[in-house]
């Protein structure tokens, strides 16, 4: 079955540490995105990617960093830079802004939480 | 500024009620309005609206968007158990250089027995 998978589901990291969430699809979508989801915020996004080797900040990139090196792998890495990082962390991907309306092919992955210690 | 606002914020019903769930939305180059379901984890797909007036129905669900008063509902009849969710609508607008999905901060509904 096509679809997203994120792992780990939880993650723990000390303060000062860099961390990294995988993000993996198997959909053949061209485009990927990164979200973080805190209680009352809905969603915000940190990065996305429309194309391997190429990624655009989000809204709210500030100590975050990505890579598109291969068109099915999204990786996040959380960096010591990023001053509040406990929240739940969401990769999504779709066909692409060239192939029409692309809100239909739209899809998540289960989530990372990740929790500061 | 783009923005979607959706209300109420949190919702508890009685299984059998009917709900109503609004999403209102200030953007520029409007292109469709999404509804999802956040039960824990993933978001699920519900809805895609593009046209106003037109009903989408699933189930219990149907949603319709307003694009001269720029807001759409959700509704739920019969509400069940398995309805309790936080419920997230997107508004897809062209930006600066793309199209993005601008997200409300979703209404979480509970559903008690």
């Known amino acids: 079955d096509g679809g997203i998978t994120q792992s780990p589901k939880y993650l723990f990291r000390k303060e000062g540490q860099n961390v990294t969430l995988s993000c993996e699809q198997n959909?053949?979508?061209?485009?990927m995105y990164w979200y973080r989801q805190d209680p009352g915020q809905g969603l915000r996004l940190i990065y996305y990617?429309?194309?391997?080797?190429d990624f655009q900040k989000g809204d709210i990139a500030e100590g975050y960093s990505v890579s598109r090196e291969k068109k099915e792998s999204f990786p996040l890495t959380v960096t010591s830079a990023q001053k509040n990082p406990t929240a739940f962390y969401l990769c999504?991907?779709?066909?692409?802004?060239?192939?029409?309306?692309w809100g239909y092919g739209y899809t998540f992955g289960s989530g990372t939480r990740l929790t500061v210690v | 500024e783009d923005k979607v606002v959706q209300s109420p914020l949190s919702l508890v019903v009685h299984e059998g009620d009917t709900v109503t769930l609004n999403c209102s939305y200030e953007v520029t180059n409007f292109r469709s309005l999404l509804w999802y379901k956040q039960e824990k984890k993933a978001p699920t797909f519900l809805f895609m609206l593009t046209s106003s007036g037109i009903e989408k129905k699933s189930g219990r669900l149907s949603s319709i968007l307003d694009k001269k008063e720029l807001f759409s509902i959700l509704n739920i009849t019969a509400t069940q158990t398995g309805d309790s969710a936080v419920y997230l609508c997107a508004v897809e607008a062209f930006g600066f250089s793309n199209y993005q999905l601008i997200w409300g901060a979703g209404t979480k509904l509970i559903i008690k027995p």
């Open positions: 990617s429309q194309i391997v080797n």
């Open positions: 959909l053949n979508h061209d485009a």
């Open positions: 999504a991907s779709s066909p692409g802004q060239g192939r029409g309306l």
